[in-house]
């Protein structure tokens, strides 16, 4: 079974960066889906098997980077320039029925997240 | 941006109620719709895809239907696991999801 652990929230204060991580089990295309307090998933960012391709969402496209370290079975979110509407849990999932690359699939599975707080 | 809304927001529903919950989208997406489901404190989980199939291990009772801008999800026989928030996501053009809507326990 897929196991994903994200580690690196906290809060920070606008203007601040923070890079999350995410360990995971297998070798799969990735993405970060973030969810404000009482509001939807939202997609954040995409990385093929590769880590080769990558796509975001406009909301951080130029703020945030995802990469991967596949000898480290490892993903990461560069987050710089943060503001307030950044505050979410940040999930790392998998993107189902994706060998390689896809731009967007559903999430077939999910970490247990990680809380970041931007504030002053 | 594709807008997805979804309807109602909250349903209040008895054990063994047959409950639909409707998602509406701002432009044809074919049939690139998934379900989630949530419960607190968790994450979601993946229920169906390409608007009507099933994933493994998800019961019987949850069915989805639909194509183009209108989708639905079928519980046909509600049980005290389902109360739960169930999210929509379109991923036709990138991803987008709904609102929620949060089943309660009437």
């Known amino acids: 079974e897929v196991q994903l652990l994200e580690s690196g929230g906290g809060l920070v204060q606008p203007g601040e960066s923070l890079r999350l991580s995410c360990a995971v089990t297998?070798?799969?295309?990735m993405a970060w889906v973030r969810q404000a307090p009482g509001k939807g998933p939202e997609w954040v960012s995409s990385?093929?098997?590769?880590?080769?391709?990558?796509y975001y969402a406009d909301s951080v496209r130029g703020r945030f980077t995802i990469s991967r370290d596949n000898s480290e079975n490892t993903l990461y979110l560069q987050m710089n320039s943060l503001r307030a509407d950044d505050t979410a849990i940040y999930y790392c999932a998998t993107l189902a029925y994706c060998g390689g690359d896809c731009s967007i699939r559903p999430f077939d599975f999910w970490g247990r997240g990680t809380l970041v707080t931007v504030s002053s | 941006d594709i807008r997805v809304t979804q309807s109602p927001s909250t349903l209040s529903a008895s054990v063994g109620d047959r409950v639909t919950i409707t998602c509406r989208v701002s432009q044809n997406i074919d049939r690139w719709l998934a379900w989630y489901q949530q419960k607190p404190g968790k994450a979601p989980k993946f229920l169906i895809h390409?608007?009507?199939v099933s994933e493994s291990g998800v019961p019987s009772r949850f069915s989805g239907s639909g194509s183009g801008t209108e989708f639905t999800l079928t519980i046909s026989s509600l049980q005290p696991d389902d109360f739960a928030t169930y999210y929509c996501q379109q991923y036709n053009t990138y991803s987008t999801f709904g609102q929620g809507t949060k089943l309660e326990i009437k």
């Open positions: 990385i093929s098997t590769s880590g080769i391709t990558t």
């Open positions: 297998g070798f799969y295309a």
């Open positions: 390409q608007a009507s």
